[in-house]
C-alpha cells in the first residue's frame, strides 16, 4: 500500500485517437444514419467519454488495485459482513461461456444444464433453512428482506387481515426497517434486554392484532444466540403474526442449526457472506428467500421446478407477488454459492459454523483483555467491543483504533453498529482465517493502546491517502470529475 | 437572545414569542447542546414559508455527517419567515445558535405556548439526564 | 473441504486459552429443538476435479452463444466484450474487497466508482449518477418511488411500451404504498400523445417512458416530456446505454430521472444477471436518489481523494426514513462498464451504435422483403424490432430457427395478447453479414 504515484483519473488520461477498442468496418450495406433515424433523435457530438490506450487503461486500473485493501491479501474483520476467503475454482467456474453465454429469453430445452443447477441450489438452500420452498431471485439480502415482506403483505391480504406493524429490534441492521417502510408497513423499534437480546417480556408490549411481522437476526448483531427464539416465534404466531429471519449471520449457525426450527416463517440468505461469493467492492451478492410451505404461493415468479423428467420455469402462480426485478436473479453470483456448497457438503458446512465461531471467541478473549467486550463473555460468530473506556480516558476513539489498524496491515472492524453500544468495533475473524492472523492482530490493537492519542487522531499514516475531510464532502458534494 | 430567557421543548428546539401585528410570532431554533451533540453539520432541511407547522410534529431535518434528526415544531402555527442564511452557512448554527443561527418564525395560530415546554433550567436538567 | 485454515494443534490451543474442552460447548445456547438432526442432506461434496467435471457436464446441456446464433433482445444483449474487461474486473483487489467503509483502505474501488458516476454522467447528459443499483428494472422502480417522494404525487404514468418485466416489477414494488398505477396502449409500438395528455393530470407524479422502447422503437420523447412537465409531473426516462453513442442524450429532452439496464456495457449475459442498473438524476434531486454515492473531497494531507458521502440518505443512518433500502450497489458491474466505457471511449461508442443500427436495419430489410414477415410498427427503431409472421405459429418458428442454432425473440404473445403472432429480433456489432443471412435464409424455407 506504499505506493506513491499522485493517481490521476481516467479522464487525466485522455489522449484523442488513442482508443483501446477498434471495431471493424461494417459489413452490410450501410444507408446514410440521417436515412435510417431522423435528425430530431439524434445527438451531434460524440458522447465526451476518454480516449484511453489499452497500455494506460491497464496501468490505471492496476494502480487503482493497488490501492484496495481486499481479502486475498489483508485479514478483513468487518463484522456482519463475514469476509472469508472467495475460492478461486468459483471463478474459473462461473465464467465457463456455458453460463455466461446463455440470454435469458433462450427457450428452457436449451438450459436443462443451469436450471438443474439452479433447482439443485434451491433444494439445498431449502435444507439449510429446515424451509419448504426457496426463491433465486433476491439481488441482494436486502432486496431479499423487501421480498419477504411483500409476501407478508400478500399472505395477510389473502387473508383479508390489515396488519400494520413490523417489529425490528433496536440492535437489527438499518435495512431491516427500510425494508418493512417499502413493503408498506410501519416499524416499531423493540429493546433488547439488559443481556442484548430479545426479550419476550419486551416484545409481549407490542404484539397485537395489528402486528404483522417480526423480523429478528440471529445471532444478532452483538454475535449474541437469541436463545428465547422458539418463544418469540410462538408469541408472534399467537398474535397472528409472522417471524423473518435475517440471515445474515448464518455462518455461526449454518449445518449446526436450521432456522425453520426456530419456528420462523421466511428468511434470506447472503451468499456473498455464508456462501463465500465475492463482495466484488460492494455487489453484485444475492439475497435468496426461504419460506414455509403457506408462503410458498406467494414467491416471486418464476420457480425453477422439475417435472417429468425436466427443468422448467413456472409461471403460473397466481398468488405470487410478481417480479422483483428483471430475468431469473444474479445467476452468476448463485452459480459460485452451488459452487460452495458441493465443495464443502454437509460436514464440511458445519465445520465452517464451528470454526467461525471458534476463532470469534478466541479473538474475544485476546481482544476483550485489551478493550471491553460489553455484551458476553462468550459469542458466536462476531463480537462487539467497545472504545468507550479508552475514549474517556485517553480520548482515543474506535475510529482512532480503526484507522490505526490500516497502517498496522489490518482491515478495520465495523465501527459505530450496532448503536447499542458506544464506540463500539464489531469483529468477525471467518473460519478461513488461522490462528497467527488472530493473534497478529490483537497484537496491533495492544500495541495500538500503547501509542500516543496524538499519534492515533492522525492515523493512518502509512495508508496511500489520510482521513478524508467527510465534512467538505458533504457540504459541498463532488460528484462527478470536472476539469 | 439571552436562552435563559427562552422556553425550550424536550427535543432540543428553543423557542422566543414577540407580538407583531397583534399576533404572536414564535422565533425557534435548536439549542447549543444539540447543536453541539450533532458536530459536523452538513445539512440543514427547514419548511417553506407559509407552510402549516403543528407543535411536536417534525417541521425540518438537521443532518451531521453520520446521523439525520428531525426538527420539531414548537408551536401551532405558520412558517413566516425562515434564514435562508443559516441554510447556506452551517456555521452559523454551531457559532451562534441562539442569535444568527436562528431557523423560522411561525406565526402563532393561538395567541398561547402549547403546554410541556420546559424553561432554560427544566432543559438543562433534562440535558444532564440525558448523559450523551 | 470448508477452506478451514487451522490444524488440529490450533484448535486445541484455541480451546484452551479460552477454557473450553470441546467446540460443541460454544453451541451450547442452541436449544436441542432447534438443531439439524443428524446431518443436513445435502449432496456428497465433491474435490475440485470432480466438481470441475460435473460444472463442464451441465454446461454441456446448455446451448449459448458461443456455438450459437443470438439474435435475443428484449433487455439483454449479446454485445462484444473486450478482454481487457475482464482482466482488470477479475482482479482480487476489486473482486474481494468490500463496501469502501474504510476510505483509506478503498481509494481504487471509490476513485472507479467516482469514474463510473461521471461517465454515466457524461454519457446521460445528467448531473448525477448514482454508484449502481441491482438491474435496469428494480432502478426504473425506485425511479418511480423516488417521483413519489420527491412530486409528492401518488399516480404514475408507464409507457405501454416500457419492458413488461420492469411493469412487473413497478408493480411489484408498488403494491403496498397508495400508489395509482396508469398504463397507456401500446399498439402503435410507441406512446400515442393525445392519449398521453389526457392521462396526465396534477396528480401525477411521473411519466415513465422506454427509448428505444421494448420494441426497439423510438418514443417522442420531446412531446412526452413536454407533456409531462406541463402538469408538473417528473419524466423518467428508461435509456440503451448503447444507443447513446448516436441518440441524444436524456439530458437533452429533459428527463428528470434516467435509469437503464447497464449489461450492454462489458457485462456477459449470464442468463439475466447479474446485471447493472444505472441510476441517474438532476442535481436538484440529489438527496433523494437512493443508493451510494461517491465524492471527491481532499485528505488531511490536502491530496485530491474519494469517500462515500451524502449518507444520510442511507439505511444504515437514517432507518425506516432512508431513500431506499438498498445496502450494496453492484460494484463489480459497474466497474466493468467503468472499463468498458474508457476503453471503447465516445468515438468508439458512436461506432458499436453505428454498427448495431445498421445491422438492424439490413436484417429487417431482408427478412421482410425476402422472407415473407410483416412490420407491424412503422416508428424509427435502434438495433431491434418487431416481426409479424402471417403464419402465426411464432413457437413453431422459433423451435425450428434454435433446431438450426439460431435463437431468436423473445416471442410478444407472453404479455401482449394482440402479438402473439410477433416476436422480437436484436442485432448488435457481433452479427456478421453471414449470421443474417444464414437467418433469412432459414426463415425463407419456411
Given at each position: 500500500?506504499?505506493?506513491?504515484?499522485?493517481?490521476?483519473?481516467?479522464?487525466?488520461?485522455?489522449?484523442?485517437?488513442?482508443?483501446?477498442?477498434?471495431?471493424?468496418?461494417?459489413?452490410?450495406?450501410?444507408?446514410?444514419?440521417?436515412?435510417?433515424?431522423?435528425?430530431?433523435?439524434?445527438?451531434?457530438?460524440?458522447?465526451?467519454?476518454?480516449?484511453?490506450?489499452?497500455?494506460?487503461?491497464?496501468?490505471?486500473?492496476?494502480?487503482?488495485?493497488?490501492?484496495?485493501?481486499?481479502?486475498?491479501?489483508?485479514?478483513?474483520?468487518?463484522?456482519?459482513?463475514?469476509?472469508?476467503?472467495?475460492?478461486?475454482?468459483?471463478?474459473?467456474?462461473?465464467?465457463?461461456?456455458?453460463?455466461?453465454?446463455?440470454?435469458?429469453?433462450?427457450?428452457?430445452?436449451?438450459?436443462?444444464?443451469?436450471?438443474?443447477?439452479?433447482?439443485?441450489?434451491?433444494?439445498?438452500?431449502?435444507?439449510?433453512?429446515?424451509?419448504?420452498?426457496?426463491?433465486?431471485?433476491?439481488?441482494?439480502?436486502?432486496?431479499?428482506?423487501?421480498?419477504?415482506?411483500?409476501?407478508?403483505?400478500?399472505?395477510?391480504?389473502?387473508?383479508?387481515?390489515?396488519?400494520?406493524?413490523?417489529?425490528?429490534?433496536?440492535?437489527?441492521?438499518?435495512?431491516?426497517?427500510?425494508?418493512?417502510?417499502?413493503?408498506?408497513?410501519?416499524?416499531?423499534?423493540?429493546?433488547?434486554?439488559?443481556?442484548?437480546?430479545?426479550?419476550?417480556?419486551?416484545?409481549?408490549?407490542?404484539?397485537?392484532?395489528?402486528?404483522?411481522?417480526?423480523?429478528?437476526?440471529?445471532?444478532?448483531?452483538?454475535?449474541?444466540?437469541?436463545?428465547?427464539?422458539?418463544?418469540?416465534?410462538?408469541?408472534?404466531?399467537?398474535?397472528?403474526?409472522?417471524?423473518?429471519?435475517?440471515?445474515?449471520?448464518?455462518?455461526?449457525?449454518?449445518?449446526?442449526?436450521?432456522?425453520?426450527?426456530?419456528?420462523?416463517?421466511?428468511?434470506?440468505?447472503?451468499?456473498?457472506?455464508?456462501?463465500?461469493?465475492?463482495?466484488?467492492?460492494?455487489?453484485?451478492?444475492?439475497?435468496?428467500?426461504?419460506?414455509?410451505?403457506?408462503?410458498?404461493?406467494?414467491?416471486?415468479?418464476?420457480?425453477?421446478?422439475?417435472?417429468?423428467?425436466?427443468?422448467?420455469?413456472?409461471?403460473?402462480r397466481p398468488l405470487s407477488i410478481g417480479r422483483v426485478r428483471s430475468f431469473l436473479g444474479n445467476v452468476g453470483v448463485l452459480i459460485r454459492a452451488y459452487c460452495y456448497l458441493r465443495t464443502v457438503g454437509a460436514a464440511g458446512l458445519k465445520q465452517v459454523a464451528e470454526l467461525a465461531v471458534l476463532n470469534a471467541n478466541y479473538l474475544l478473549h485476546k481482544v476483550g483483555k485489551l478493550l471491553p467486550v460489553p455484551y458476553g463473555q462468550r459469542c458466536m460468530h462476531e463480537f462487539v467491543a467497545s472504545a468507550a473506556k479508552v475514549k474517556a480516558e485517553r480520548s482515543i476513539s474506535a475510529m482512532d483504533i480503526a484507522k490505526r489498524l490500516l497502517d498496522y496491515g489490518f482491515h478495520a472492524p465495523t465501527v459505530y453498529f450496532p448503536l447499542v453500544v458506544r464506540e463500539a468495533l464489531m469483529i468477525e475473524p471467518t473460519e478461513t482465517e488461522n490462528k497467527e492472523t488472530l493473534d497478529a492482530f490483537s497484537a496491533a490493537i495492544e500495541a495500538i493502546l500503547r501509542e500516543p492519542a496524538e499519534l492515533l487522531h492522525e492515523a493512518p499514516h502509512h495508508m496511500p491517502v489520510s482521513r478524508p475531510d467527510e465534512v467538505r464532502a458533504a457540504r459541498e458534494p463532488i460528484l462527478v470529475w470536472r476539469e | 437572545m439571552n436562552p435563559e430567557e427562552l422556553k425550550f421543548t424536550p427535543t432540543h428546539e428553543w423557542v422566543h414569542v414577540n407580538e407583531a401585528d397583534g399576533g404572536w410570532v414564535a422565533t425557534v431554533g435548536l439549542t447549543q447542546h444539540a447543536v453541539a451533540a450533532l458536530t459536523d453539520l452538513v445539512f440543514l432541511e427547514l419548511p417553506k414559508v407559509g407552510q402549516q407547522v403543528q407543535a411536536a410534529k417534525p417541521m425540518g431535518v438537521v443532518e451531521s455527517i453520520k446521523a439525520v434528526s428531525d426538527i420539531y415544531s414548537p408551536v401551532d402555527g405558520e412558517v413566516v419567515e425562515v434564514n435562508q442564511a443559516v441554510v447556506d452557512q452551517l456555521n452559523l448554527l454551531s457559532q451562534d445558535p441562539y442569535g444568527e443561527g436562528w431557523l423560522v418564525k411561525i406565526k402563532l395560530s393561538e395567541n398561547k405556548l402549547p403546554d410541556g415546554l420546559l424553561d432554560?433550567?427544566?432543559?438543562?436538567?433534562?440535558?444532564?439526564?440525558?448523559?450523551? | 473441504?470448508?477452506?478451514?485454515?487451522?490444524?488440529?494443534?490450533?484448535?486445541?490451543?484455541?480451546?484452551?486459552?479460552?477454557?473450553?474442552?470441546?467446540?460443541?460447548?460454544?453451541?451450547?445456547?442452541?436449544?436441542?429443538?432447534?438443531?439439524?438432526?443428524?446431518?443436513?442432506?445435502?449432496?456428497?461434496?465433491?474435490?475440485?476435479?470432480?466438481?470441475?467435471?460435473?460444472?463442464?457436464?451441465?454446461?454441456?446441456?446448455?446451448?449459448?452463444?458461443?456455438?450459437?446464433?443470438?439474435?435475443?433482445?428484449?433487455?439483454?444483449?449479446?454485445?462484444?466484450?473486450?478482454?481487457?474487461?475482464?482482466?482488470?474486473?477479475?482482479?482480487?483487489?476489486?473482486?474481494?474487497?468490500?463496501?469502501?467503509?474504510?476510505?483509506?483502505?478503498?481509494?481504487?474501488?471509490?476513485?472507479?466508482?467516482?469514474?463510473?458516476?461521471?461517465?454515466?454522467?457524461?454519457?446521460?447528459?445528467?448531473?448525477?449518477?448514482?454508484?449502481?443499483?441491482?438491474?435496469?428494472?428494480?432502478?426504473?422502480?425506485?425511479?418511480?418511488?423516488?417521483?413519489?417522494?420527491?412530486?409528492?404525487?401518488?399516480?404514475?404514468?408507464?409507457?405501454?411500451?416500457?419492458?413488461?418485466?420492469?411493469?412487473?416489477?413497478?408493480?411489484?414494488?408498488?403494491?403496498?404504498?397508495?400508489?395509482?398505477?396508469?398504463?397507456?396502449?401500446?399498439?402503435?409500438?410507441?406512446?400515442?400523445?393525445?392519449?398521453?395528455?389526457?392521462?396526465?393530470?396534477?396528480?401525477?407524479?411521473?411519466?415513465?417512458?422506454?427509448?428505444?422502447?421494448?420494441?426497439?422503437?423510438?418514443?417522442?420523447?420531446?412531446?412526452?416530456?413536454?407533456?409531462?412537465?406541463?402538469?408538473?409531473?417528473?419524466?423518467?426516462?428508461?435509456?440503451?446505454?448503447?444507443?447513446?453513442?448516436?441518440?441524444?442524450?436524456?439530458?437533452?429532452?429533459?428527463?428528470?430521472?434516467?435509469?437503464?439496464?447497464?449489461?450492454?456495457?462489458?457485462?456477459?449475459?449470464?442468463?439475466?444477471?447479474?446485471?447493472?442498473?444505472?441510476?441517474?438524476?438532476?442535481?436538484?434531486?440529489?438527496?433523494?436518489?437512493?443508493?451510494?454515492?461517491?465524492?471527491?473531497?481532499?485528505?488531511?494531507?490536502?491530496?485530491?481523494?474519494?469517500?462515500?458521502?451524502?449518507?444520510?440518505?442511507?439505511?444504515?443512518?437514517?432507518?425506516?426514513?432512508?431513500?431506499?433500502?438498498?445496502?450494496?450497489?453492484?460494484?463489480?458491474?459497474?466497474?466493468?462498464?467503468?472499463?468498458?466505457?474508457?476503453?471503447?471511449?465516445?468515438?468508439?461508442?458512436?461506432?458499436?451504435?453505428?454498427?448495431?443500427?445498421?445491422?438492424?436495419?439490413?436484417?429487417?430489410?431482408?427478412?421482410?422483403?425476402?422472407?415473407?414477415?410483416?412490420?407491424?410498427?412503422?416508428?424509427?427503431?435502434?438495433?431491434?424490432?418487431?416481426?409479424?409472421?402471417?403464419?402465426?405459429?411464432?413457437?413453431?418458428?422459433?423451435?425450428?430457427?434454435?433446431?438450426?442454432?439460431?435463437?431468436?425473440?423473445?416471442?410478444?404473445?407472453?404479455?401482449?395478447?394482440?402479438?402473439?403472432?410477433?416476436?422480437?429480433?436484436?442485432?448488435?456489432?457481433?452479427?456478421?453479414?453471414?449470421?443474417?443471412?444464414?437467418?433469412?435464409?432459414?426463415?425463407?424455407?419456411?
Amino acid at each position: 500500500m506504499h505506493e506513491r504515484y499522485g493517481s490521476k483519473t481516467i479522464f487525466e488520461l485522455h489522449k484523442p485517437g488513442c482508443q483501446s477498442v477498434r471495431w471493424p468496418a461494417c459489413d452490410v450495406p450501410c444507408n446514410e444514419i440521417a436515412e435510417l433515424i431522423p435528425e430530431e433523435y439524434l445527438r451531434h457530438e460524440v458522447p465526451s467519454l476518454p480516449e484511453v490506450a489499452e497500455p494506460d487503461l491497464v496501468r490505471h486500473l492496476s494502480i487503482l488495485a493497488a490501492r484496495n485493501m481486499c481479502v486475498d491479501s489483508h485479514f478483513y474483520p468487518l463484522g456482519s459482513c463475514t469476509m472469508k476467503y472467495n475460492p478461486k475454482r468459483h471463478e474459473r467456474w462461473a465464467q465457463l461461456v456455458e453460463f455466461t453465454h446463455l440470454h435469458p429469453y433462450q427457450p428452457e430445452e436449451s438450459i436443462q444444464g443451469l436450471l438443474a443447477l439452479l433447482y439443485s441450489l434451491q433444494q439445498m438452500l431449502s435444507e439449510i433453512a429446515g424451509l419448504d420452498a426457496v426463491s433465486l431471485h433476491p439481488a441482494a439480502g436486502a432486496q431479499g428482506e423487501l421480498t419477504a415482506l411483500l409476501m407478508a403483505a400478500a399472505y395477510f391480504r389473502s387473508r383479508g387481515e390489515a396488519r400494520r406493524h413490523v417489529l425490528v429490534p433496536d440492535v437489527a441492521h438499518g435495512t431491516n426497517p427500510a425494508s418493512a417502510k417499502m413493503a408498506g408497513f410501519e416499524v416499531v423499534q423493540i429493546r433488547s434486554s439488559p443481556a442484548g437480546i430479545a426479550d419476550p417480556e419486551i416484545l409481549a408490549e407490542h404484539l397485537g392484532p395489528s402486528t404483522a411481522v417480526l423480523m429478528i437476526t440471529n445471532p444478532n448483531t452483538l454475535g449474541l444466540f437469541e436463545k428465547e427464539i422458539v418463544r418469540l416465534c410462538q408469541m408472534v404466531h399467537q398474535a397472528g403474526g409472522l417471524v423473518y429471519l435475517d440471515g445474515a449471520n448464518m455462518n455461526a449457525i449454518c449445518g449446526i442449526a436450521q432456522p425453520g426450527k426456530f419456528g420462523i416463517d421466511m428468511m434470506h440468505f447472503n451468499t456473498h457472506k455464508t456462501f463465500s461469493t465475492p463482495h466484488g467492492s460492494g455487489g453484485p451478492g444475492a439475497g435468496p428467500v426461504a419460506v414455509t410451505a403457506k408462503l410458498a404461493p406467494f414467491l416471486p415468479v418464476p420457480v425453477v421446478v422439475y417435472e417429468d423428467g425436466r427443468y422448467r420455469l413456472d409461471y403460473d402462480r397466481p398468488l405470487s407477488i410478481g417480479r422483483v426485478r428483471s430475468f431469473l436473479g444474479n445467476v452468476g453470483v448463485l452459480i459460485r454459492a452451488y459452487c460452495y456448497l458441493r465443495t464443502v457438503g454437509a460436514a464440511g458446512l458445519k465445520q465452517v459454523a464451528e470454526l467461525a465461531v471458534l476463532n470469534a471467541n478466541y479473538l474475544l478473549h485476546k481482544v476483550g483483555k485489551l478493550l471491553p467486550v460489553p455484551y458476553g463473555q462468550r459469542c458466536m460468530h462476531e463480537f462487539v467491543a467497545s472504545a468507550a473506556k479508552v475514549k474517556a480516558e485517553r480520548s482515543i476513539s474506535a475510529m482512532d483504533i480503526a484507522k490505526r489498524l490500516l497502517d498496522y496491515g489490518f482491515h478495520a472492524p465495523t465501527v459505530y453498529f450496532p448503536l447499542v453500544v458506544r464506540e463500539a468495533l464489531m469483529i468477525e475473524p471467518t473460519e478461513t482465517e488461522n490462528k497467527e492472523t488472530l493473534d497478529a492482530f490483537s497484537a496491533a490493537i495492544e500495541a495500538i493502546l500503547r501509542e500516543p492519542a496524538e499519534l492515533l487522531h492522525e492515523a493512518p499514516h502509512h495508508m496511500p491517502v489520510s482521513r478524508p475531510d467527510e465534512v467538505r464532502a458533504a457540504r459541498e458534494p463532488i460528484l462527478v470529475w470536472r476539469e | 437572545m439571552n436562552p435563559e430567557e427562552l422556553k425550550f421543548t424536550p427535543t432540543h428546539e428553543w423557542v422566543h414569542v414577540n407580538e407583531a401585528d397583534g399576533g404572536w410570532v414564535a422565533t425557534v431554533g435548536l439549542t447549543q447542546h444539540a447543536v453541539a451533540a450533532l458536530t459536523d453539520l452538513v445539512f440543514l432541511e427547514l419548511p417553506k414559508v407559509g407552510q402549516q407547522v403543528q407543535a411536536a410534529k417534525p417541521m425540518g431535518v438537521v443532518e451531521s455527517i453520520k446521523a439525520v434528526s428531525d426538527i420539531y415544531s414548537p408551536v401551532d402555527g405558520e412558517v413566516v419567515e425562515v434564514n435562508q442564511a443559516v441554510v447556506d452557512q452551517l456555521n452559523l448554527l454551531s457559532q451562534d445558535p441562539y442569535g444568527e443561527g436562528w431557523l423560522v418564525k411561525i406565526k402563532l395560530s393561538e395567541n398561547k405556548l402549547p403546554d410541556g415546554l420546559l424553561d432554560y433550567e427544566g432543559y438543562q436538567k433534562q440535558c444532564a439526564a440525558e448523559s450523551y | 473441504m470448508a477452506y478451514i485454515n487451522a490444524s488440529e494443534e490450533h484448535i486445541r490451543e484455541m480451546l484452551a486459552a479460552i477454557g473450553l474442552s470441546s467446540i460443541e460447548e460454544l453451541f451450547a445456547e442452541i436449544p436441542a429443538e432447534c438443531r439439524v438432526s443428524g446431518q443436513l442432506a445435502l449432496p456428497e461434496p465433491l474435490g475440485e476435479l470432480e466438481l470441475d467435471q460435473h460444472l463442464r457436464a451441465l454446461g454441456a446441456q446448455n446451448r449459448c452463444a458461443a456455438n450459437a446464433i443470438y439474435f435475443l433482445g428484449g433487455g439483454c444483449y449479446d454485445h462484444f466484450i473486450p478482454a481487457v474487461v475482464d482482466a482488470l474486473a477479475s482482479r482480487p483487489e476489486f473482486v474481494t474487497a468490500y463496501t469502501p467503509y474504510q476510505p483509506e483502505a478503498s481509494q481504487g474501488t471509490l476513485q472507479a466508482m467516482f469514474e463510473y458516476q461521471t461517465l454515466i454522467s457524461r454519457l446521460t447528459g445528467m448531473d448525477v449518477s448514482n454508484a449502481s443499483m441491482y438491474d435496469g428494472a428494480s432502478a426504473a422502480a425506485e425511479a418511480i418511488l423516488m417521483s413519489v417522494e420527491i412530486t409528492n404525487r401518488r399516480h404514475v404514468v408507464l409507457a405501454g411500451t416500457l419492458h413488461p418485466e420492469y411493469r412487473e416489477v413497478m408493480s411489484t414494488y408498488l403494491r403496498n404504498l397508495d400508489v395509482d398505477i396508469v398504463i397507456l396502449d401500446y399498439r402503435r409500438g410507441v406512446c400515442q400523445l393525445a392519449e398521453v395528455a389526457s392521462k396526465l393530470s396534477d396528480k401525477t407524479a411521473c411519466l415513465v417512458v422506454q427509448h428505444p422502447n421494448f420494441f426497439g422503437c423510438l418514443e417522442p420523447v420531446h412531446e412526452l416530456s413536454k407533456y409531462a412537465h406541463q402538469v408538473g409531473a417528473l419524466f423518467v426516462v428508461v435509456f440503451y446505454p448503447i444507443s447513446l453513442g448516436l441518440l441524444q442524450p436524456p439530458a437533452a429532452y429533459g428527463a428528470d430521472i434516467a435509469v437503464a439496464e447497464g449489461q450492454c456495457l462489458g457485462i456477459p449475459m449470464g442468463f439475466g444477471g447479474p446485471f447493472l442498473g444505472i441510476m441517474t438524476c438532476r442535481e436538484q434531486f440529489v438527496r433523494r436518489i437512493p443508493g451510494r454515492l461517491v465524492g471527491q473531497t481532499v485528505d488531511r494531507r490536502g491530496q485530491r481523494c474519494w469517500v462515500l458521502t451524502l449518507q444520510t440518505r442511507e439505511q444504515h443512518i437514517r432507518r425506516e426514513r432512508a431513500t431506499s433500502n438498498i445496502c450494496t450497489n453492484q460494484g463489480l458491474m459497474a466497474l466493468r462498464a467503468t472499463i468498458y466505457l474508457a476503453a471503447v471511449g465516445g468515438v468508439g461508442l458512436r461506432q458499436v451504435a453505428m454498427l448495431c443500427v445498421h445491422k438492424a436495419h439490413y436484417a429487417k430489410g431482408r427478412l421482410t422483403e425476402e422472407a415473407g414477415f410483416q412490420s407491424p410498427f412503422s416508428a424509427p427503431f435502434f438495433h431491434e424490432f418487431v416481426l409479424r409472421d402471417p403464419s402465426g405459429n411464432v413457437d413453431h418458428l422459433l423451435r425450428s430457427l434454435a433446431a438450426e442454432n439460431v435463437f431468436v425473440g423473445p416471442p410478444l404473445g407472453r404479455w401482449y395478447p394482440e402479438l402473439s403472432d410477433c416476436f422480437l429480433v436484436a442485432l448488435t456489432e457481433k452479427r456478421t453479414q453471414h449470421e443474417i443471412d444464414t437467418l433469412v435464409k432459414i426463415c425463407s424455407k419456411r
